[in-house]
């Protein structure tokens, strides 16, 4: 065992898993290219979690060695969210100038998904956050995709799995979906350019989308465009 690591008994309480509601409002920043994606492409990437920046998804409660670890990184797919709407993590990208994040609740997102294949396949859950060096005997794939050490409380995320059996996934996988049923709002960066802002108004307008509020109110068609 590592030197100040903690083995974890084997426990209800420490293996929950943690389910959230569907009115459950969540928020995801991105950059302005991906939301241009989904909303004109209409699907959403769901990335393996061993492809993640951080080298340790998947891997908070087990060696970094782990056979699970590693079969848990190879099998899963995310998409990251948090439920921290009314304070977003700005400064996310290089460049916060093309920052926009998107709100929506996870009832919404699970319902914009085309296929009812996929819908099956994914499942949200509450990210379960332990103190650094917590290492779990025993642990199945679910619980390892849905814990992180405490240093990252403050993202208060709710992510979406992928998993299909012991298959191995892709480094990623476009989910198809209907952006207009699951985007309720588009939150822009404070810092974003008024170039932007425009563009991505005419792009709402250009393809008929008035059903999604931005920064708090529907965008309205300009007789004189």
Known sequence: MKKGTQLVAYT???????????????IRIMSLDELIHILFEKNIR??????????????????????????????????CWSYNINNPMWHLLNDNT?????????????????????RDFIIPFLMQYVPAGTLYELINRSKLATRKIDSYKHEKEIRFIYTKGV???????????????????????PEMSDEN?????????????????????????????
């Open 12 to 26: 209800n309480e420490e293996l929950t898993l943690l389910i959230p509601a569907d009115e459950t409002p969540i």
């Open 46 to 79: 769901f990335t393996r979690l061993d492809k993640f920046q951080d080298e340790f998804e998947g891997l908070a409660v087990v060696s970094k060695d782990s056979k699970e670890g590693d079969f848990t990184r190879k099998t899963s797919l995310i998409s």
């Open 98 to 118: 093309e920052e926009v994040a998107i709100i929506t609740t996870v009832g919404d997102f699970k319902r914009a998904i085309k296929s009812r294949v996929n």
């Open 167 to 189: 298959e191995k996934q892709p480094r990623k996988r476009l989910i198809k979906l209907d952006p207009t049923k699951m985007i309720k709002e588009i939150i822009l960066s």
């Open 197 to 225: 802002k425009r563009l991505i108004k005419n792009h709402l307008i250009r393809n008929e989308i008035y059903n999604i509020k931005v920064n708090g109110e529907y965008i309205k068609y300009d007789l004189n465009q």
